[in-house]
């Protein structure tokens, strides 16, 4: 059964993806000229929320957004936002890479009650309703049931060149190469966090986030069973910008490497 409000975010994320899609294409040939694909494909994003604002304000007019590229729109409903991002991964998308996705979230007075994360290039769409579990493909999701850290396959983000915490981020790999089996830096917190509620990985953590990043993937986790919050303990990721993810059994292991990266000596 699909709800009304979920049929009207899951045909915004396919028309989006019409347009991402096709400049995908195009990305890959721009790659060998010297300044790269940069300012089309900020363009390209611009192109795609653009959309996604366009389709979901015309179903849901009063329903505030809040999205990466344009300013916030309040809306006259002051329970309801979407919060929304046209390409999670833009870094890959401009490398022609294929881990990116569109998404999209529902806010209802501050809880996140419904969220769709699409990659256009697997065509798998992931969503989720609060009480209704979460889907890929509309086959049921669950978190991944391995209750030992070293045998788990975990992932994070790195942050670019110019971007801050290098050397913590270090730190924790140092950690977690360590005390897990693997770690993986894919470039895109959306799909990684529909990763983790799929159990395709056993967990993550990503510090220095957007709200845009994360909304749907908190949703995603929870419904398929898994625990999400801030990398403090905060029970809002959204609020701390940062988030922590997995099973009930490796949630803590996962947190003590955490503490113990933190204990490291800056390298
Ligand atoms: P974005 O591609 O929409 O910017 C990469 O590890 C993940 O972190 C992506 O989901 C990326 O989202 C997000 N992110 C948020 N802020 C970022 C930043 N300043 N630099 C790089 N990635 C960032
Ligand atoms: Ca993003």
């Given at each position: 059964?699909?709800t009304?409000?979920?049929?009207?975010?899951?045909?915004?994320?396919?028309?989006?993806?019409?347009?991402?899609?096709r400049d995908?294409?195009?990305v890959?040939?721009?790659?060998?000229?010297?300044k790269?694909?940069?300012?089309?494909?900020?363009?390209?994003?611009?192109?795609?929320?653009?959309?996604?604002?366009?389709?979901?304000?015309?179903?849901?007019?009063?329903?505030?957004?809040?999205?990466?590229?344009?300013?916030?729109?309040?809306?006259?409903?002051p329970?309801?936002?979407?919060?929304?991002?046209?390409?999670?991964?833009?870094?890959n998308?401009?490398?022609?890479?294929?881990?990116f996705?569109?998404?999209?979230?529902?806010?209802?007075?501050?809880?996140?009650?419904?969220?769709?994360?699409?990659?256009?290039?697997?065509?798998?769409?992931?969503?989720?309703?609060?009480?209704?579990?979460?889907?890929?493909?509309?086959?049921?999701m669950?978190?991944?049931?391995?209750?030992?850290?070293v045998?788990?396959?975990?992932a994070?983000?790195?942050?670019?060149?110019?971007n801050?915490?290098?050397?913590?981020?270090?730190?924790?790999?140092?950690i977690?190469?360590?005390r897990?089996?693997?770690?993986?830096?894919m470039?895109?917190?959306?799909?990684?966090?529909?990763y983790?509620?799929?159990?395709?990985?056993?967990?993550?953590?990503?510090?220095?986030?957007n709200?845009?990043?994360?909304?749907?993937g908190?949703?995603?986790?929870r419904?398929?069973?898994?625990?999400?919050?801030?990398?403090n303990?905060?029970?809002n990721?959204?609020?701390?910008?940062?988030?922590?993810?997995s099973?009930a059994?490796l949630?803590?292991?996962?947190?003590?490497?955490?503490?113990?990266?933190?204990k490291?000596?800056a390298?």
């Open positions: 059964m699909t009304p409000i979920m049929t009207l975010m899951i045909a915004a994320v396919r028309k989006a993806a019409r347009g991402v899609q995908f294409g195009e890959s040939s721009l790659q060998i000229s010297v790269g694909p940069g300012d089309f494909v900020t363009n390209a994003d611009k192109k795609a929320e653009k959309t996604l604002r366009e389709e979901l304000l015309k179903a849901r007019p009063a329903y505030g957004i809040l999205g990466e590229e344009e300013a916030e729109h309040k809306g006259t409903d329970d309801h936002r979407f919060i929304i991002d046209p390409i999670d991964g833009t870094f998308y401009m490398h022609a890479l294929p881990y996705a569109i998404t999209i979230a529902l806010e209802r007075k501050g809880e996140i009650v419904a969220g769709v994360t699409y990659n256009p290039i697997t065509d798998e769409l992931f969503h989720a309703e609060k009480g209704s579990g979460a889907f890929v493909n509309n086959k049921r669950r978190v991944a049931g391995r209750r030992e850290l045998d788990s396959l975990v994070t983000g790195l942050p670019n060149r110019g801050k915490d290098h050397a913590e981020r270090r730190a924790e790999m140092m977690m190469q360590l897990t089996a693997g770690i993986r830096a470039g895109s917190t959306a799909l990684d966090m529909c983790v509620a799929c159990g395709r990985l056993d967990g993550a953590w990503h510090a220095n986030l709200p845009w990043d994360m909304a749907a908190v949703l995603m986790i419904e398929a069973g898994g625990f999400v919050h801030g990398l303990g905060e029970a990721p959204l609020l701390s910008n940062n988030y922590i993810a099973n059994d949630l803590p292991q996962m947190k003590a490497a955490l503490a113990e990266a933190k490291l000596p390298a």
